[in-house]
């Protein structure tokens, strides 16, 4: 009978916040009806505006009913990190997935093995491509252009020096080119010890004189004679030597006629 009409309170509000009717305790004469922001959910989550969307009676936010709190992007796939963080009072998802890159030189590679979903910066990184090879090889990098996802390094064999040379120096597995250096093998005029190899020069054998023959004495023969009481002779060949530069054949003794008595 008093004529007074009843009037629901309420607002408009817009997403992330709530109608906050506390104030209409069915005295007033006004619409205390208030528009009022959904609390914040923490570190990691974010405010869903579908669930706080300005048109509930209550806070939905951490504060509140915590319906509204969404946590964020925390792990992503491989080969891609985390961009972005939501310290809670937002609206949207603001942690992103994001591929990982690099842009590398020649002769290096794209090590993605850090990447792997979790982090939250760029991980990737350029490396060299390189190994370590046996004596008699280099470093081949010729296939790493820097887009690649592994060392692509190989080893390959130097050229060898061929006839009459040796690889004095170089080309010992840690270059990265063929920096062999070939050189001449040694002549050995006495002959070798060892022969030139493909790594190794010659071992000469060391030269000695040639000895001067000594003189040599040929011996001279001649003959004397003798007579005895009987009438014969009987000659004696006695040797005289004569030096000479050759050595000749000793000459066959003779002797004189036997004299008579």
Not at 147 to 152: K, P
Not at 194 to 210: H, I, Q, S, W, Y
Not at 244 to 261: C, E, G, H, L, R
Request: hydrophobic content about 20%; overall charge negative; proline content about 6%.
């Amino acid at each position: 009978g008093t004529g007074v009409a009843c009037s629901t309170c309420t607002q408009t509000c817009i997403p992330g916040q709530w109608v906050d009717q506390s104030a209409c305790d069915g005295l007033g004469t006004t619409n205390a009806a208030q528009c009022v922001a959904c609390t914040t959910c923490g570190s990691g989550f974010y405010i869903n505006p579908t669930v706080c969307d300005g048109n509930v009676n209550a806070d939905t936010g951490g504060g509140g009913t915590s319906t509204a709190c969404r946590p964020c992007t925390t792990t992503c796939a491989n080969h891609q990190y985390i961009s972005g963080s939501c310290p809670g009072d937002g609206l949207t998802n603001a942690a992103t997935c994001v591929a990982c890159s690099a842009t590398c030189a020649a002769h290096q590679y794209i090590d993605k093995s850090s990447c792997d979903g979790s982090g939250s910066s760029n991980s990737f990184e350029c490396k060299d491509c390189f190994i370590y090879c046996s004596d008699g090889e280099y470093v081949d990098q010729s296939a790493c252009d820097g887009t690649g996802g592994s060392n692509a390094a190989v080893c390959t064999y130097c050229a060898t020096c061929g006839w009459g040379k040796y690889r004095s120096w170089g080309c010992m597995g840690n270059s990265t080119y063929d920096d062999g250096v070939c050189t001449n093998c040694t002549v050995c005029e006495c002959g070798y010890y060892a022969n030139c190899t493909e790594t190794a020069d010659a071992v000469c054998r060391t030269c000695t004189a040639t000895p001067t023959p000594s003189p040599t004495q040929s011996p001279t023969y001649t003959s004397t004679s003798t007579s005895s009481t009987t009438g014969s002779a009987t000659a004696t060949v006695i040797p005289t030597f004569t030096p000479t530069n050759t050595p000749t054949p000793s000459p066959t003794p003779t002797s004189s006629s036997t004299p008579s008595p």
